[in-house]
């Protein structure tokens, strides 16, 4: 039986480096899974060197995406990147994105 639904989650963030001199990091978060946002992009996170920032999922941070009418060459995309707020101006910790291919398996 083919897969109809397949769900794409952002579960938690690593923190190599909260990029501040003192204290603690504040980072924010953006993210998006097939074109639609996804989680809080405006709840601030604490960011501690080391440790992980858990998505909660009561802002889901995930989204379940119909997938019986895509076909072959289609794809679902899922990008995340993340800001570190500071006073004078903002840091940008990156972006990545995966692409996720039909067929889709259930996993």
Not at 86 to 95: A, C, H, I, K, T
Request: hydrophobic share 35%; glycine share 6%.
């Amino acid at each position: 039986m083919p897969v109809t639904k397949i769900k794409i989650k952002f579960d938690r963030v690593y923190v190599n480096n909260d990029c501040d001199l003192w204290g603690d990091g504040e980072w924010k978060f953006n993210a998006t899974i097939d074109g639609t946002q996804v989680g809080d992009p405006n709840h601030e996170f604490n960011a501690r060197e080391n440790e992980w920032i858990p998505l909660p999922d009561d802002q889901r941070w995930f989204k379940v995406v119909d997938v019986s009418a895509k076909g072959p060459d289609t794809t679902v995309r899922a990008t995340f990147s993340g800001v570190d707020v500071d006073v004078f101006s903002d840091d940008d910790l990156g972006q990545v994105t995966a692409e996720f291919a039909f067929p889709y398996r259930a996993e």
